[in-house]
């Protein structure tokens, strides 16, 4: 979820991810809300990627479903 | 035709010699490498790695040197969203055989770039690289078991 900034910055894990947008968070809990009731997954299985991976630890960091 | 001659020699001439010495024209040479850090933990990454662990990852120049010998370019789409990256990282400058100046990192997770003097980035991946120091290889495409 969005893009980290600035990218001026030629070393991306260097970069910050910008927040999401009102417009992001609402479809991001549309989105989790379809997948809890679609597939069944529970909320407490649903997880930010640098969570379960080596990731940019600012991606999807202000995130809330 | 001696014309001709000449001008297919300069030609080829001119094709040998002005390489910019990048990973896309296969001929990237490092001349001399200086480190800067070496074991180094950056925190910018998520995960267990701790700086204790980072410590164990020094490099050696010929390490180094062999890194850019064997690895290839990446995308920055590849390199910042699809290849496993690590906090454990080594870095410094370089020079090529062919002169040009630029600023490198090389981490454990076998991701890394050179920033050279005129602004010029590329990012790098090396899953040739045997050296047993880094994270197991896996290329695009890959999946761990």
Redesign the interface.
Known sequence: LGKGLPLSEPDPDKRIYEALTPEQTISLKWLVQEIQTTLGVPLNEVFRHPTVSYKNKTEAAAASW | MVKLFLFFSLLILSACTSGFNTKEDGKLIVESVIFESNGSF?G????N?TEAVCKEFVLSEDEGKNFFLQSRVAT?RE??HDL???NCFSGGTLTTSQGRLATW?IDR?RRG?L?FADGD?QYLYCADCTETIYFEACDIGCTHE
């Open positions: 950056s910018d990454i998520s995960g790695e920055e390199y910042t496993l990256p690590s990192k997770a770039y920033i980035v």
